[in-house]
């Protein structure tokens, strides 16, 4: 496990479930151990954070479904409650059969499409999510999904376009923000990336994920007094303190840039 991992740590508080809002901190856990978390900024609309769910609810939804398929409404409460006890490919599943059911539906379309992107079928999801909305009537969440699994793709540009895209719908949207951040972060562009995370980290609803963001990008360009004291809004001194030795550890690295560029980013929506 490396070291690196420390840095995700950061995220523990604010949920399993981070999202693409955290990719870059992931994608350090990830370099070190092969962990998994998504969400999303993205969260990866909204696929929601993966709460602690009940198996009696499941079970009673799964007789409901299997009893009648068809029914897309109660196909999305199954899938949802799949989800909660982190039966995410069995989600996705149910979510395909819905869709296939009810190719029109463009609520089911951005469900399937966001959970293809939480199961790591970034290219499928991008061809599902592009029949999920409009250009003429579009859905900020959707675009985000789109930007998350362009970026899990390596596709920076396009997911940058969808972001900004997004941004016009929902101006100064933290998590489009901070997406849209560590997108410019896996581009090279750090200055880009810690100028749109300074200003995700200033909107009203910016939580700690957004904030352990803008601490990573400052450790990347060596601004590490900077970077603490961003970690320690959110927690104690020697948290944060042994999350900055980590990420000197990282700047220290010559090929760190590269290294992020390569790993994969959970996506959100």
Known sequence: MSALTRVATIQASAGRRAGLAVALVVALGLAGCNTRS????????????????????????????????????????????????DQISQASAVLQQAAL????????LGAYGKSLVEVGRYREAIDVLANAHSPAAPD???????GSASAQLGEQTRAQGFYEAALKIRPNEPSLLSNLGLSYALSR????????????ADQPGADARVRANLALVLGLKGHFADAEAVLRRDMSPEEAANNVASLRKLAAQPNRLKTLSGAGMPGQG
């Open 140 to 146: 900020w969440r959707i675009l985000s999904a789109q």
């Open 38 to 85: 998504p969400e999303t900024t993205g969260s990866i609309g909204d696929l929601g954070a993966r709460t602690s769910g009940s198996r009696k609810e499941v079970e009673a939804l799964a007789e409901r479904y299997n009893a009648n398929p068809g029914d897309a409404r109660t196909a999305m409460a199954y899938a949802r409650a799949l989800r909660t006890t």
């Open 189 to 200: 562009n750090l200055d880009q990336a810690e100028q749109t995370l300074r200003l995700a």
């Open 101 to 108: 059911r009810n190719p029109r539906d463009t609520v089911i």
